[in-house]
Nanobody, 124 residues
């Protein structure tokens, strides 16, 4: 059974940090790029960051560049999203997703597997 389990969300004050984890099982993790998406209430889901299967490339949307860092540990089948200097506008449910192949994409319809999401709430 394919599983992507996102965890690490919570309620924090603006300026603080959180680290999200995405633990994968049931598929060949090394063969997939992994992305993080988020969806805020009343808004469309957006791609936040992605790391390719070789760890050579990481991608970020402009609003999180310099604050978020994505990494992956292929030995543990886990991807992390370190989020620093959090702002209220970062409040959303965060999802991790896996897309087969070498390259990242911000098109959510291209992803093969999705996790259940973890809530991040940033208070001002």
């Amino acid at each position: 059974e394919v599983q992507l389990q996102a965890s690490g969300g919570g309620l924090v004050q603006a300026g603080r940090s959180l680290r999200l984890s995405c633990a994968a099982s049931g598929f060949t993790f090394d063969d997939y790029a992994i992305g993080w998406f988020r969806q805020a209430p009343g808004k469309e889901r957006e791609g936040v960051s992605c790391i390719d299967r070789s760890l050579d490339s990481q991608y970020y949307i402009g609003r999180v560049k310099g604050r978020f860092t994505i990494s992956r540990d292929n030995a543990k089948n886990t991807v992390y999203l370190q989020m620093n200097s959090l702002q209220p506008e970062d409040t959303a449910v965060y999802y991790c997703a896996a897309v087969s192949g070498w390259l990242c994409t911000d098109h959510d319809f291209e992803y093969d597997y999705w996790g259940s999401g973890t809530q991040v709430t940033v208070s001002s």
